[in-house]
């Protein structure tokens, strides 16, 4: 499965249009408010993130995959 975002206006013909095809596909829809943002990071601030988890896994430091894993399972 997965998640997307799209913006769609649903003031527009065209808008409610979709959202009804969307509805008979049994697609599941959730607005988000502008306060949801997808990312809360800017674009320097992620590669700063990834620089750094990239030193760490190359000293052998951070989380083991099965750890990892079983940290994403606990999500659901």
């Not at 003031?11 to 959202?19: C, E, M, N, Y």
């Not at 700063?48 to 079983?70: I, V």
Request: aromatic share 6%.
């Amino acid at each position: 499965m997965a998640s997307y975002a799209m913006t769609i206006d649903e003031r527009s013909a065209q808008g409610r249009a979709l959202l009804t095809y969307l509805g008979t596909l049994n697609i599941k829809l959730q607005p988000l408010t502008r306060s949801a943002a997808p990312c809360q990071f800017s674009k320097d601030e992620m590669k700063a993130m990834l620089a750094e988890a990239t030193s760490e896994a190359r000293r052998g430091q951070g989380t083991s995959h099965e750890d990892f894993k079983r940290e994403m399972a606990s999500w659901r």
